[in-house]
């Protein structure tokens, strides 16, 4: 019996032809382990290529899917331990354009570029039904083991050439039983239809049958000098839950740069560290038939193994923790995201949002965050200067930045070992408005900062800012103004690829609402600028009031309130794009009693300020703003991304039990998004 202790990689393939074309490939084949994880149901095959001993999982028939391959991966790391880094290798949809010339039988492996991690979730439901593409989540890379594994590859067939029909032939040649189903089909087979020419005739004929190669009805494309070698190309993979067979989602999906379309990937990106390979089977068209499944399954099986030969058999050890360290921690898979209608929604909490009174150290909090089932973080310069104090015995200077990012580059360590997600950096305030005339001086002070700022998320790996509307006296009311220095802070953190969440903050001077920081988020213009929305922030605006007796918005009736309320969301579900959404962050408001005077204390400041900063328990649990309202517009926008608890609870005590208090705030998530469903 094998031991499963001694099996690094997992493989996952979503239909049996991929699962057959996986185990062709297999070196050596090795027997089952005695005992597997008691609640695994999964099916495997384990064996040899090359130097790796590898366990290759298929998704249960007729189970396809996010939540399916997540479930699958969540089983086979708790039955194999030592699983490091997995591969989702099988067919997918072929995106081709203009600029990438994708055919039948190529293979596809999603990477990093131009603003994603290799794959991207779309909602093409939401495309079917009004033809616009709307991204669902921004999602995590592939493993650095992968990536410089990659980067051998690519170089090795950039000089050789590569010989992927030549190893899928050598494999039939041994298992001739294949040859029928997966050689690669005559080229003449390969037909790209004109985007607005429909399949012919019912699913059971053939394109060859029914749509013929009538040259006004194809896409014209130069013949390639050896047609029987599948091209490799690098770059963006779409995901979705929906199957498309709609060539003008197609194209737009082209458009936005991806070469592939599946259905699994998104399910497994950020909760289990994988590379997505794909053999292109069809053209996500009406045209769509089984004629090239095999030899694509293939192709994609085969660069797999090949590349493979460029992982060291010592990445064991040099990978930090196992799958199961970052994926399940018994059944914490099962927590970590949460599924809203076929979408993997996941989930962060701030690590300010610890209660002040509860004393812990940041790593301690942190691990009691993963435990509780969260995938991410967002870090705070406050946090960071308080373990400096912890690692250097004396608290960094808020602008020795030189200080600061070396502990945020030793928290980014404890965060790897967790597998937590450092997803933003904050909260980066009073930054836009200052006069250059007037106010000089603030304003370069504010540049300087946000340069410094810069270096300390290079350390730590955050490629996300948030930034907090001003709520400095003295700055412009000019909107041109405010889009103009965010449009300037963008292009600086642009060029480490970084963007900024821009947040209404309800005590702003000029833009306390979601309507007014996404009209200086559209003055920007910039693509790497879009918001944080906050379910207090709006409802504790536009809905709760400190000030007042009833703890509401001054409003000549009850309904009169209702119906602004209701007016603003139904606004905010129809005109802010999902993509533009980078984060929402989740929070309630406890009703004064008595009232927050209506003026600025010593301080300077202002009472919806102060409600904010002591006020805000964890939805479901004392407070009154109608949370569940927010969440359910900004979900109506097709957003899919990340969900963060970001609470403020003075009246929390020391005698708190933090780990039920992170596990509390994660079912206080749940229990909002059970009320979406």
């Not at 051998?152 to 029928?180: F, Y």
């Not at 040259?215 to 070698?229: A, C, F, K, M, V």
């Not at 002070?445 to 907090?468: N, P, R």
């Not at 209404?504 to 918001?531: E, F, M, S």
Request: charged residues 25%; aromatic residues 8%; negative net charge.
């Amino acid at each position: 019996m094998s031991d499963p202790r001694n099996y690094a990689i997992g493989w996952i393939c979503a239909i049996q032809t991929e699962y057959v074309a996986a185990k062709a490939f297999l070196d050596e084949k090795h027997p089952l382990p005695e005992f597997v994880s008691k609640r695994d149901p999964n099916t495997y095959t384990l064996g040899r290529m090359g130097s790796h001993n590898v366990v290759i999982v298929v998704l249960p028939k007729g189970q396809y899917g996010l939540s399916s391959a997540t479930t699958v991966a969540a089983d086979m790391c708790n039955s194999f331990p030592n699983i490091r880094v997995g591969l989702m290798v099988g067919i997918g949809g072929g995106v081709p354009s203009r600029k990438q010339d994708v055919r039948l039988g190529d293979v596809v492996v999603g990477v990093p570029g131009h603003g994603h991690g290799g794959v991207r979730q779309y909602s093409l439901l939401t495309a079917l039904e009004d033809k616009t593409l709307k991204t669902v989540c921004h999602l995590n890379g592939p493993p650095q083991t992968f990536l410089r594994a990659i980067s051998g590859l690519s170089a090795e067939h950039d000089i050789q050439g590569h010989t992927l029909d030549r190893s899928i032939n050598a494999v039939l040649d041994k298992l001739p039983s294949l040859r029928n189903d997966c050689q690669r089909p005559q080229s003449s087979l390969d037909r790209l239809y004109l985007s607005d020419y429909i399949h012919v005739g019912d699913k059971s004929s053939t394109c060859a049958q029914s749509c013929g190669d009538t040259p006004s009805n194809l896409i014209t494309r130069t013949p390639r000098d050896d047609e029987d070698e599948p091209s490799i190309h690098y770059g963006l993979i779409a995901s979705d839950t929906t199957l498309c067979k709609d060539s003008r989602i197609r194209d737009k999906l082209a458009a936005d740069g991806a070469l592939c379309i599946e259905m699994e990937a998104a399910g497994l990106m950020n909760y289990f560290p994988c590379l997505v390979v794909r053999g292109v089977a069809d053209y996500a068209d009406t045209h769509k038939n089984d004629q090239w499944h095999g030899y694509a399954a293939m192709a994609a099986a085969a660069y797999a193994k090949d590349l493979l030969r460029h992982v060291p058999s010592t990445m064991k050890q040099q990978e930090r923790g196992s799958c199961k360290d970052s994926v399940t921690k018994s059944s914490k898979t099962v927590k970590m995201v949460i599924p809203y209608k076929g979408a993997q929604i996941p989930i962060s909490f701030a690590s300010c949002s610890i209660p002040m009174k509860i004393k812990a150290s940041l790593p301690d909090k942190l691990k009691s965050i993963r435990n509780a089932g969260f995938d991410g973080i967002e870090l705070s310069m406050p946090d960071i200067i308080s373990y400096g104090e912890l690692l250097n015995g004396s608290s960094p200077v808020e602008d020795d930045y030189d200080t600061l990012a070396d502990v945020a580059k030793q928290i980014k360590s404890v965060t790897d070992e967790l597998g937590l997600k450092i997803m933003m950096l904050q909260p980066f305030a009073n930054f836009e408005g200052w006069n250059k005339d007037t106010h000089g001086k603030q304003r370069q002070q504010a540049f300087d900062k946000a340069k410094g700022w810069i270096k300390v998320m290079e350390a730590a790996g955050i490629t996300l800012l948030q930034v907090g509307s001003s709520d400095s006296e003295g700055i412009s009311s000019s909107f041109d103004d405010l889009a103009s220095d965010l449009a300037e802070l963008a292009d600086l953190l642009a060029e480490k690829n970084f963007s900024i969440a821009y947040e209404n903050w309800c005590w702003a001077t000029h833009a306390p609402t979601w309507k007014t920081v996404w009209q200086i988020v559209q003055k920007a213009d910039r693509p790497n600028i879009g918001l944080c929305l906050d379910t207090f922030q709006t409802a504790g605006y536009e809905w709760g009031d400190p000030t007042t007796n009833d703890g509401l918005t001054p409003a000549s009736s009850s309904d009169e309130r209702q119906k602004r309320w209701e007016a603003s969301l139904h606004e905010l579900a129809a005109t802010v794009p999902a993509e533009k959404i980078y984060l929402l962050q989740i929070s309630d408001a406890y009703k004064m009693d008595p009232p927050i005077e209506d003026v600025k204390d010593e301080q300077g400041s202002r009472p919806r300020a102060r409600w904010s900063h002591d006020y805000r328990p964890l939805p479901c649990d004392g407070g009154y703003l109608p949370v569940q309202d927010m969440m359910a517009a900004v979900l109506k926008t097709g957003f899919r991304s990340w969900l963060s608890v970001e609470v403020f609870d003075g009246l929390e005590g020391e005698n708190t039990d933090m780990n039920e208090y992170t596990q509390m705030a994660f079912e206080s998530v749940k229990k909002l998004i059970d009320f979406n469903v």
